[in-house]
């Protein structure tokens, strides 16, 4: 099946700096590709997610573009604030079809005032 | 509802004791997933419903894990003989039935077996 890497954490940023989370992915054909997103206290959300090659997925000023040649979907968001202190999780499915989501193993983000 | 709900949110349990959790999904949605949070792992597949078919318990840890979904809605996660590495938080997310499309998930039952 698809799997994902990503790099782990954890990350501490001062507030405004520039934000990078790689992520690099295994898998059979062109899967749709996720970012999930976990505050403190809650449950797993989406945060952005791209369905084909070279679709940039963006949200909140987060962006990742879907790069076949490097097979990568990386997070950047050029202006990171405090509020966006949580864990980020890449993810693809695990095969071809509705199938189970295969996770990264996620990357806390600090951001500090 | 609106979103994936699961219940109970907290359990503190004791080793060797079985547990329930339950997860209603979001209405309509076809698919099912049950996820396992431990510090540090990332998140573990455990168990996935299509519709009527067969679930995919690939990844179950061990025969003390079993899960059922009843008319295609709810499911419950039971754990028999609870162990302390049993202990983490166990995610439910659903998903409609369109191929290659995210997952919705509930905000977990955080499970502690003392």
């Known amino acids: 099946g698809n799997s994902v890497t990503q790099m782990e954490g954890p990350v501490t940023l001062s507030e405004e700096a520039f934000l990078t989370i790689n992520c690099t992915y295994t898998a059979t054909g062109y899967p749709s590709l996720f970012w999930y997103v976990q505050y403190p206290g809650e449950g797993l959300q989406l945060l952005l997610k791209?369905?084909?090659?070279?679709d940039k997925g963006s949200n909140k000023g987060f962006e990742a573009t879907y790069r076949k040649e490097t097979t990568s979907f990386h997070l950047e968001k050029g202006s990171v604030q405090v509020s966006d202190s949580a864990v980020y999780f890449c993810a693809l499915p695990l095969n071809s079809g509705n199938t189970p989501l295969v996770f990264g193993k996620g990357t806390r983000l600090s951001v500090i005032a | 509802g609106a979103g994936v709900s699961q219940s109970p949110s907290n359990k503190v349990t004791e080793k060797g004791k079985d547990v329930e959790l339950r997860c209603d999904p979001i209405s309509g949605h076809t698919a099912l997933y049950w996820y396992r949070q431990s510090l540090g792992q990332g998140l573990e597949f455990l168990i996935y419903f299509q519709g009527n078919s067969a679930p995919d318990k690939s990844g179950l840890p061990s025969d003390r894990f079993s899960a059922e979904r009843t008319g295609g809605s709810v499911s419950t996660l039971t754990i028999q003989r609870t162990q302390q590495e049993d202990s983490a938080v166990y995610l439910c997310?659903?998903?409609?039935?369109?191929?290659?499309?995210?997952?919705?998930f509930g905000q977990g039952t955080r499970l502690t077996v003392v």
């Open positions: 791209a369905t084909k090659a070279d």
């Open positions: 997310a659903s998903s409609p039935d369109r191929g290659n499309t995210e997952a919705f």
